[in-house]
């Protein structure tokens, strides 16, 4: 018994310095996983806002369109699912409209002056050439730059867009000749709807 004592009594001053060095490493290990925990947490969110700020940002898309297949035009329309705002659209190179070196697109206050808003869903077409004119000139280039800057829930967005006339399976026939024989052959097929039509009110009203 009087050796336990002795033995308790020569360890007693040690015995805080381990239930203490315990404390530390145990307090040291709390702060780090909970330190990892919240990084986990600020990062998962930021994902979340960052898909977030993705399915609800306006997004303006440029293209090329071609009408009734015969009429180039520039398309702009906001597929996104809110407004973009103050919107500038700007051109690489100068691009006349219809070949004519007086009429600018450069000077259309679509791209001359910045747009308050454009909402979801608003699409607006600018006539560029006819479609049966062969790109690759200085009037009528084939290959144009389109740079949209525009606010998008509280973000600036600057997305450049290059269109290559050549890239488009749809592009129409480039000599005004072979357009003219695609519309002679449209005309010969509504004629013949109509005759048809014709005969059989004849044959109806007789």
């Not at 001053?13 to 203490?20: A, F, I, R, W």
Request: proline share 5%; with cysteine; charged share 25%.
């Amino acid at each position: 018994m009087n050796d336990l004592l002795q033995s308790m009594n020569a360890n007693t001053g040690l015995l805080p310095v381990v239930l203490t060095t315990v404390m530390v490493i145990l307090t040291g290990l709390y702060v780090h996983y909970t330190k990892k925990i919240l990084l986990s947490n600020q990062k998962t969110l930021e994902e979340l806002k960052e898909q977030a700020w993705l399915i609800n940002r306006p997004n303006i898309v440029v293209r090329l369109a071609f009408q009734h297949k015969y009429v180039c035009a520039l398309e702009i329309v906001n597929e996104g699912r809110s407004s973009a705002r103050n919107v500038k659209l700007t051109l690489d190179r100068k691009v006349f409209q219809g070949g004519n070196p007086d009429r600018q697109i450069n000077d259309l206050p679509i791209f001359s002056k910045t747009l308050q808003a454009i909402p979801p869903g608003v699409r607006s077409s600018v006539f560029l050439w006819p479609g049966t004119v062969k790109p690759g000139t200085d009037l009528y280039p084939s290959e144009l730059k389109v740079t949209a800057t525009y606010d998008a829930l509280g973000r600036t967005v600057i997305e450049d867009t290059t269109l290559d006339v050549y890239l488009y399976a749809e592009f129409p026939p480039y000599k005004a000749e072979e357009s003219l024989e695609k519309l002679a052959g449209t005309l010969d097929e509504m004629k013949k709807v109509l005759d048809k039509a014709a005969f059989r009110l004849d044959l109806h009203l007789s």
